[in-house]
């Protein structure tokens, strides 16, 4: 059996549509704490933290969750991490190309664990004992190896692998003899009483080597758009930007599809590992501790002869009253109110807003930026009032405004400010005023968080009325 490291690649490119309201495009699920103090990307990543068995982990972003998710990693005690940012989603087989590719470069044996950022095993043991059974049939023999999950019920939303024959060189490790849609309840049913199948996890573990020579065989235009993007990625702080261009002429596909279904040399191991996807509201509600009602209460919540719910808010008071079976949950401007049966059309709604042109799915009231973050706290014809938290030694982009006026009130900490060619200090209950059209800038050079609020006038209060003449983070 090799004793090479494994290098974990953890997939962060979803959107996490099924678990709105908390869930939203620029900041999806998997940058959410939603089962103890860590976010899920964090607790993925400490998962394969393990020095004697794995390397640096690799992420694969998107452009707009950037900072968020390298600020996450170095609260985890990651300073310099490595991201490769999509130019655009492409679904999995891209993604795990980028990573391969780029792994091959300094190791053309390189073995990559690809993992989710956004599921839960509670089963570490479990979980490293797995890997290390298939790593004989991933070394040794060149095997593209799955993870499948014994399954406990009859689940409909989750796809099935049908187990063959055991391996001759590696016990532990079966044949994929083909894989499934997911089911109705009458087919997952039986796919339970026969014991032949799994639930698929979409955890892969390839040698790069033999996963490059497949996805060639099989996907020749995709492995091409990938090699001709990384061959042009440029680096910028501690992110590589694959070649726009190429990558969008990549077909998009998954590794299931792309790869897995065709190789006559994939193997799936079974494993139990206390695995969950959280797919939806109920799945949360199943891994959740419970009160003596069955209940899950997070934020403020007054529940009064209700069973078996989940009730959660960031934002006002839920008060439930004899709900059973109930998903209510809360945020600064939606509610989502579902039975637990029914979580999986959420993404239905996220589908509807987008239809309708509103914004409740693309971001929360507290937008993150790089620097910090921002929350409007009110809004009307020609003004609007944004609450600013600057982290320490963080500066904003050096901008102007061709269409609004701004007034900053210093709430806490101290500011340093930039207009034009004064640059003064500004302490708690102090304030000014930038002009329309004046270069400007703000800065925290102390060791707390600065609040600002932020008063804009003007003709037009959109984002994008800003010029950047310089930027910290590399924006345009």
């Known amino acids: 059996m090799s004793s090479r490291k494994i290098s974990p690649v953890i997939l962060s490119g979803g959107s996490g549509t099924r678990l709105w309201p908390m869930s939203r495009a620029l900041y999806p699920k998997q940058l959410l704490p939603l089962v103890g103090e860590n976010t899920m990307i964090q607790e993925t990543v400490k998962r394969v933290s393990n020095q004697d068995m794995f390397t640096h982990p690799l992420i694969i972003a998107n452009e707009e969750h950037r900072f968020i998710v390298a600020e996450q990693l170095r609260q985890i005690g990651i300073e310099n991490p490595d991201i490769i940012l999509e130019p655009e989603g492409r679904n999995t087989a891209p993604a795990a190309a980028l990573a391969a590719l780029h792994l091959e470069k300094d190791d053309p044996n390189a073995l990559m664990l690809i993992m989710p950022s956004d599921h839960i095993i509670g089963n570490q043991d479990a979980f490293l004992a797995a890997i290390n059974i298939a790593l004989p049939a991933v070394a040794d023999s060149q095997a593209l190896a799955t993870f499948g999950i014994i399954p406990t019920s009859p689940e409909t939303g989750y796809g099935y692998i049908k187990q063959g024959d055991e391996l001759e060189a590696c016990a532990g490790c079966r044949q994929v003899a083909e894989f499934r849609e997911k089911p109705d309840l009458t087919t997952?049913?039986?796919?339970?009483?026969?014991?032949?199948?799994?639930?698929?996890?979409?955890?892969?573990?390839?040698?790069?080597?033999?996963?490059?020579?497949?996805?060639?065989?099989?996907?020749?235009?995709?492995?091409?758009?990938?090699?001709?993007?990384?061959?042009?990625?440029?680096?910028?702080?501690?992110f590589l930007r694959p070649e726009k261009e190429s990558f969008l002429t990549c077909p998009s596909n998954s590794i299931d599809y792309a790869v897995m279904e065709r190789t006559e040399n994939a193997t799936v191991i079974p494993v139990d590992m206390d695995w969950n996807d959280i797919g939806?509201?109920?799945?949360?509600?199943?891994?959740?501790?419970?009160?003596?009602?069955?209940?899950?209460?997070?934020?403020?919540?007054?529940?009064?002869?209700?069973?078996?719910?989940?009730?959660?808010?960031?934002?006002?008071?839920?008060?439930?009253?004899?709900?059973?079976?109930?998903?209510?949950?809360?945020?600064?401007?939606?509610?989502?109110?579902?039975?637990?049966?029914?979580?999986?059309?959420?993404?239905?709604?996220?589908?509807?807003?987008?239809r309708e042109g509103r914004n409740e799915h693309i971001s929360h009231t507290i937008v993150y930026r790089p620097w910090g973050s921002y929350q409007t706290s009110d809004f009307g014809d020609r003004?609007?009032?944004?609450?600013?938290?600057?982290?320490?030694?963080?500066?904003?982009?050096?901008?102007?405004?061709?269409?609004?006026?701004?007034?900053?009130?210093?709430?806490?900490?101290?500011?340093?400010?930039?207009?034009?060619?004064?640059?003064?200090?500004?302490?708690?209950?102090?304030?000014?005023?930038?002009?329309?059209?004046?270069?400007?800038?703000?800065?925290?050079?102390?060791?707390?968080?600065?609040?600002?609020?932020?008063?804009?006038?003007?003709?037009?209060?959109?984002?994008?009325?800003?010029?950047?003449?310089?930027?910290?983070?590399?924006?345009?």
């Open 383 to 476: 003004f609007q009032v944004k609450r600013l938290m600057v982290s320490p030694g963080q500066t904003l982009s050096l901008q102007k405004h061709h269409h609004r006026a701004e007034h900053w009130v210093v709430v806490q900490g101290r500011a340093e400010v930039t207009i034009d060619d004064e640059v003064r200090m500004l302490n708690e209950n102090e304030s000014c005023y930038i002009p329309i059209g004046s270069l400007h800038r703000l800065a925290n050079p102390g060791k707390i968080p600065l609040h600002i609020v932020e008063v804009q006038s003007g003709s037009y209060l959109g984002e994008d009325d800003i010029v950047r003449f310089e930027d910290t983070y590399g924006r345009d």
């Open 280 to 354: 939806s509201w109920a799945a949360l509600w199943d891994v959740q501790d419970k009160d003596e009602d069955g209940n899950v209460c997070q934020g403020d919540i007054i529940s009064h002869n209700s069973r078996n719910c989940l009730l959660k808010s960031d934002g006002p008071a839920i008060a439930a009253i004899g709900l059973e079976n109930i998903v209510a949950v809360a945020t600064d401007d939606a509610v989502l109110i579902s039975h637990k049966d029914h979580t999986q059309d959420v993404k239905e709604v996220v589908t509807h807003l987008a």
């Open 188 to 238: 997952a049913r039986a796919y339970m009483k026969s014991g032949a199948y799994l639930w698929n996890s979409g955890i892969f573990l390839f040698p790069v080597r033999a996963f490059l020579e497949i996805l060639g065989k099989f996907e020749p235009e995709m492995l091409e758009a990938c090699r001709n993007a990384m061959a042009g990625a440029q680096k910028d702080l501690c």
